[in-house]
């Protein structure tokens, strides 16, 4: 079989909405960009979060900016292009990098005792590596059983990805089997994970619910809060496009949540994480002050910014 070319349909004919359209990504690309490397940068080089939190707090954000350069570039040459263009296939692991978050959360409120002799640095980078691991795993099945589809007719893909189900609905013959496998694979990849995290902070509000003080129970709660607002946004549209039935949905809904999901989640997570830690809020300030007290970023200012120490 020959090499099978897909294009999505555009979002708009219209080329004052496209150009509209082509800055409102682009604007939200870049702020996703700046937002997660401010982020990653952060909590690398300042000691301050030095926490497993922090350290996967970092991978989420680095793991954001490959998601979102993997395909926000393509989806702006393709609004420009009205649509003749091609896109790559996303991946699994924030899933379970979140439900890994999860766990952390639960060693650290429910033992806290053990917290850092369980949680250490080779355990988290571990888990950090299976999770990525893990979430390229349950892609490729799906992405050889993609492959070997026949497509016919324009390939039009509503969607501004290879959203694997999108691309499905083009093939000429029956996938009643492609869909089981992948809404198997949606269910291990999004359930489970979910599942994991409800566990979790099932454990963390009986042990805050025992806490005698007022403030403790407020503290336990606040270190909870960014990442439970982080997974109700990941788990929401990821069970819209994944676990919502083919035939109750339009292509056009289908469209409104992925957008929400590949560009604006990326720039909302460092927002609601810098703004519910104070260590983040804090580490970023400093940061910011040597920043704009710099007029030129040289070689020496790089080396002294990478040996920078929080005060």
């Not at 409120?109 to 691991?133: A, D, E, F, K, N």
């Not at 949606?186 to 403030?215: D, H, K, Q, W």
Request: with cysteine.
């Amino acid at each position: 079989m020959g090499v099978v070319y897909f294009h999505f349909h555009p979002f708009s004919t219209d080329p004052a909405v496209a150009s509209l359209l082509f800055v409102a990504f682009l604007v939200s690309y870049l702020g996703s960009l700046i937002g997660n490397i401010t982020t990653g940068l952060t909590v690398w080089r300042d000691h301050s979060p030095h926490t497993p939190m922090y350290f996967f707090l970092f991978a989420l954000a680095m793991l954001a900016i490959g998601y979102s350069t993997d395909i926000a570039p393509l989806t702006l040459a393709g609004i420009l292009s009205t649509g003749h263009m091609l896109i790559s296939l996303p991946g699994w692991s924030d899933c379970v990098l979140l439900a890994v978050m999860a766990y952390d959360r639960y060693m650290a409120i429910c033992h806290p005792v053990h917290y850092h002799i369980i949680m250490s640095w080779r355990l988290c980078g571990q888990m950090t590596l299976g999770s990525l691991g893990l979430g390229f795993l349950l892609s490729l099945p799906l992405t050889v059983l993609i492959c070997h589809l026949p497509f016919c007719g324009r390939n039009e893909i509503f969607c501004f990805f290879c959203d694997m189900s999108a691309v499905m609905r083009l093939a000429c013959v029956d996938t009643r089997m492609h869909e089981a496998a992948l809404y198997a694979i949606s269910v291990a990849a999004v359930a489970v994970p979910f599942l994991l995290i409800c566990l979790s902070y099932g454990y963390i509000v009986a042990t805050i619910l025992r806490m005698n003080s007022a403030e403790g129970k407020c503290r336990a709660f606040s270190t909870c809060s960014s990442h439970l607002i982080v997974v109700l946004l990941q788990f929401g549209c990821c069970t819209l496009i994944y676990l919502h039935p083919s035939p109750s949905s339009s292509p056009e809904e289908g469209r409104v949540v992925s957008v929400v999901y590949t560009l604006f989640a990326p720039v909302l997570n460092p927002l609601i994480y810098s703004i519910r830690s104070q260590e983040v809020t804090d580490a970023g300030r400093r940061l910011t002050e040597i920043l704009v007290r710099k007029p030129w970023i040289g070689p020496d200012y790089l080396a002294s910014l990478l040996s920078h120490h929080s005060a």
